[in-house]
């Protein structure tokens, strides 16, 4: 059954955010997806400016309805902002993938109130108004998912990424709680950990590095992840929720 899937952070064609779109437009899903090429540009991983287009046009190559939105997920207002553009473009949604995300290197010795403020900005502040005006708009029966990315924090210490470690780590208590919160709506609400994994910004270097703490012998891929997030989004998934899914090859750190 086809549905409407909003999925954020989809600014690269590298990115889990592109994975997501693609596995779940080949599921048969509209798709929905919003960039933030501002963030993007700042960050040390090539892109060219066309992608988000590059990245519709191949989803509308798969038949199914696309539709995007450059949004700063900062703004107080961007879940109303969002859930109404894809109110007048696509339909009500049914899938929620709250993938984008700020991170920033840092540590203890040089944290600031403004760094901190920007991850809680959009890991957190909006991973949680766009779950609940998701919820608020949903008008259906059954069937709604809401899908958040974690990046393992009960798994391990993260050290030099302490704002980024701290406001995922709220991520995981949002998902359990909100799950708890949406049952009798018919959503559920669940966290995917999809751990380290080659989105572009990994070195031939680094990844031999990695390698080794895989049993598999390779770095995590976007399309792994995708594939555990096609699955919870399914019909075959409905009573998986409350849960952080670390969909991350066995990784032993």
Known sequence: ?????????????????????????DAGHHIFFTYWMDYDRT???EMESNEPLL????????????ASLELDLSRSDAAELLMDEVQKQLGMPDILINNAAYSTNNDFSDLTAEELD????????ATTLLS??????FDKQAGGRIVNLTSGQS????????????????????????????????????????????TGWMTESVKRELAPMFPFGRVGE?????RTIRFLVSDQADWITGQVIHSEGGFRR
Not at 171 to 191: C, H, Q, R, W, Y
């Open 55 to 66: 990245l519709k046009t191949e989803l509308e190559a798969k038949g199914v309805k696309t």
């Open 118 to 125: 920007k991850h809680y900005l959009v890991n957190i502040r």
């Open 222 to 226: 976007p399309r792994d992840v995708a």
């Open 132 to 137: 609940v005006q998701f919820a608020r708009v």
């Open 43 to 45: 960050m040390p991983w």
């Open 155 to 198: 798994q391990g210490p993260m050290p030099g990424e302490l704002a980024y470690a701290t406001t995922k780590g709220a991520v995981d208590a949002l998902t359990l709680t909100l799950s708890a919160e949406l049952a009798p709506l018919g959503i559920t609400v669940n966290a995917v950990n999809p751990g380290p994994t080659d």
């Open 1 to 25: 059954m086809e549905k409407i899937a909003v999925i954020t952070g989809a600014s690269r064609l590298r990115g889990i955010g592109a994975a997501i779109c693609r596995e779940l437009a």
